[in-house]
């Protein structure tokens, strides 16, 4: 296909991926619609492109829309002055390519009727059903006479909202704006930059979460030419420069198809070109480029068990590179994605070679996502090759397409009125990568994004509730709120009973998803003279919610485990004083405060990430200073030491042992699962005194095989805990 293309220098394209002439299109389709149930000669090659998909499919709706679309848009041109209707046209082909069912189709060819013509929503759907209706309403951008500069981000707002009851409605915007960003070249530099900017930060994370490859890795190169035209022309030229070097990739899918051969699995073997933002990042990540860095070795099987054959004759056959396993069949992504993941070094050069290997159906799943899957909601076959119904019961449509992430946004987008609130919340939302599964205390399982904490979970599960969380268990063990949480990791969380309880500041800090953000936030707007919360505070191992790890209490006031003075003095009239927990400090170390809610100062150690993380936030530090002997180092003191060490028997009693003997008691210890023969042994601990810190540091040393004593910078996940 002819397209202006925004890149300069001849275009690097994908292979195997050939494009129709939508000139020859434009051209036929000013000719007029073909006679009466004769199929229009514009839309012959969709035809045939969906029929290889769908052999049975009915074609008559595509033949009706287009010939609405084609007599509705006929007269009104595209900015590269070709006919409008070659837009439609090859949105349609794009995603007939992919395997669409025709209902999409029908909705793709009608998608900008209602938006730029004189055809309503009514006809549409008086004239080709419900189903296509939704689809075009879906897609159809809001006026910006009637939104102003909310136009766009309400659009998006809407067309989610559409999507959470029918992705395909997402699928036709995917395949819209590759379309508007083939042809993008003929705009101004400043509005392609724009286009650009909207598509890598909504656009492209929506492809890369509906699964749909094909789409995400053009995007992907076409924004990369836009955005950093630099770094775009040095990737081309890195790839000419390959061009004329041996490629080592062929030789070795050449043996590994000798070895399937000989081991009598049938199986197809190619080498899969990376992509220019795929080449790019290798660049990055390896420095140099060899023919292995170009390309990967994709293998098809027909089985789920051919897989792991095929698998076991690699490692058997070649050297495998065991940290590059990854099983992504037993495990999908939060995606749909299934596949396995492996290298092996190959037997001519000794070079390592990436290794894909999936079914067919797989791999129609990897490229083409929720697309491949045809018709989702449909109960039964369609007889055009859509996708089966899940088992659907009670008038219920199994939904295999709709996965927590998509769920979470249509939550908390109804808690985002402001249209910038939710255009800046959906930004941060999609940047997060990847999906994990946490298991409910009482049963059943929900989604969360990874890196999320327990803040992020009481939302998710109790909505304004979770204002009153007091604290958790994971895994059946305390845990901070702050916690972050794991794939797998089974969660109880504890509410106050008192429902006038709030959020603190704080949780922001530990907040990853919009709707706890957003709910926090507004609560604290509508409570700024709030008491602060003890339920701020992270609750610790061995630790009761609503108290501090490492804190102090205030002078006179009782503390669970004993009264104890607090050994720091802040610079703020008749503020309380409370010491973090995620960095312990004692003295004489050099420390720093910041004001929380309700009159108290919270202190940290001067090197403690926290405290750079506040100061970017624009919290103002507060002067603290130790009290007591002149040296400032009176008084007892709570802190977290990291042990390093060599695994041997008996380690955990020896350092036990030896933290005794310096007058120190352990108030709870964490033994992490060992790691090339290395352990780290993490202990919270109650001195005496703070002189004796020094003393400590050295005895555990002096432990057999201790070959590094740190303080702890950060808080320790409570999930490890174990109470000695």
């Not at 006038?500 to 706890?516: K, N, Q, V």
């Amino acid at each position: 296909m002819t397209v202006e293309d925004p890149r300069p220098g001849p275009p690097v394209r994908r292979r195997g991926r050939p494009r129709i002439e939508l000139r020859r299109l434009g051209r036929a389709a000013l000719l007029g619609p073909a006679p009466k149930d004769r199929l229009p000669d514009a839309i012959e090659h969709v035809a045939k492109v969906h029929r290889s998909h769908h052999p049975r499919a009915n074609l008559d709706p595509l033949r009706r829309a287009y010939v609405l679309a084609e007599s509705s848009h006929r007269g009104q041109m595209r900015k590269s002055g070709e006919p409008y209707i070659t837009h439609p046209l090859a949105v349609t082909l794009i995603l007939a390519e992919l395997g669409a069912e025709t209902t999409t189709l029908t909705a793709s060819l009608l998608h900008d009727t209602v938006e730029d013509t004189d055809v309503t929503l009514h006809q549409v759907r008086q004239e080709f059903g419900e189903e296509v209706g939704y689809l075009v309403d879906g897609v159809t951008k809001l006026e910006k006479v009637d939104y102003g500069a909310a136009a766009e981000p309400e659009t998006f707002r809407k067309m989610l909202v559409a999507t959470g009851n029918d992705v395909r409605v997402m699928s036709i915007k995917l395949a819209d704006r590759l379309h508007n960003m083939r042809t993008l070249g003929v705009m101004r530099p400043e509005k392609q930059a724009r286009i650009a900017r909207v598509t890598r930060d909504v656009l492209i994370p929506l492809a890369e979460r509906l699964g749909v490859q094909a789409l995400k890795t053009e995007l992907e190169d076409l924004v990369f030419a836009i955005l950093h035209p630099e770094e775009y022309q040095l990737t081309r030229a890195l790839l000419l420069d390959q061009a004329g070097r041996p490629d080592p990739l062929p030789a070795t899918a050449e043996d590994v198809r000798s070895v399937l051969r000989e081991a009598g699995i049938a199986a197809e073997v190619h080498v899969r070109p990376r992509h220019l933002v795929s080449v790019h990042r290798v660049h990055r990540k390896r420095g140099e480029l060899g023919g292995v860095d170009l390309g990967r070795i994709l293998v098809l099987v027909s089985e789920d068990a051919d897989c792991y054959a095929v698998l076991g004759e690699l490692h058997t056959c070649f050297t495998p590179v065991i940290s590059e396993f990854k099983d992504f069949i037993a495990v999908p992504k939060f995606n749909l994605y299934q596949s396995l993941h492996t290298a092996v070094v190959s037997r001519p050069g000794g070079e390592v070679a990436e290794v894909l290997v999936r079914t067919h159906q797989m791999h129609r799943v990897a490229e083409a996502g929720v697309i491949a899957l045809g018709n989702p909601y449909a109960p039964t076959a369609e007889g055009e090759g859509g996708a089966t119904g899940d088992g659907a019961q009670d008038g219920e449509r199994a939904d295999p397409t709709r996965p927590g992430w998509l769920s979470r946004l249509l939550a908390w987008q109804e808690s985002a009125p402001d249209p910038d609130t939710f255009w800046s919340s959906l930004r941060d939302d999609l940047a997060q990568d990847g999906e994990i599964t946490v298991f409910r205390a009482g049963g059943g399982a929900f989604g969360l994004p990874a890196g999320a904490s327990c803040v992020d979970a009481a939302y998710v599960l109790h909505g304004e509730a979770a204002h009153a969380c007091i604290g958790a268990r994971v895994n059946g063990r305390l845990a901070a709120l702050s916690t972050v949480l794991a794939d797998g990791d089974a969660l109880q969380l504890l509410l106050a009973p008192d429902a006038a309880a709030g959020p603190s500041p704080e949780w922001l800090e530990h907040a990853r998803t919009p709707a706890a953000r957003i709910a926090i936030t507004r609560w604290l707007a509508a409570h700024p003279d709030a008491p602060l919360a003890d339920s701020a505070s992270p609750a610790g191992p061995g630790q009761e919610p609503g108290t501090e790890p490492g804190a102090v209490a205030e002078a006179g006031e009782k503390d669970p485990r004993h009264t104890r003075e607090v050994a720091a003095v802040a610079d703020m009239p008749g503020a309380t004083v409370r010491l973090a927990g995620c960095c312990t400090p004692v003295p004489p170390d050099a420390v720093t405060g910041f004001a929380v809610r309700g009159g108290a100062v919270t202190v940290h150690r001067t090197q403690c990430p926290e405290v750079a993380r506040m100061q970017l936030a624009g919290r103002n530090p507060v002067a603290v200073s130790w009290r007591g002997r002149g040296d400032g180092t009176s008084g007892d003191c709570r802190v977290t030491l990291i042990a390093e060490a060599l695994g041997r028997p008996q380690l955990l009693a020896d350092l036990t042992e030896a933290i005794a003997l310096q007058g120190a008691a352990v108030v709870a210890a964490a033994v992490e699962p060992p790691r090339e023969q290395t352990v780290r042994h993490t202990y919270t601990l109650q001195l005496p005194d703070a002189a004796r810190l020094p003393a400590l540091m050295r005895a555990m040393l002096k432990v057999p095989g201790v070959y590094d004593v740190t303080r702890a910078q950060r808080t320790v996940t409570a999930a490890r805990w174990n109470s000695v």
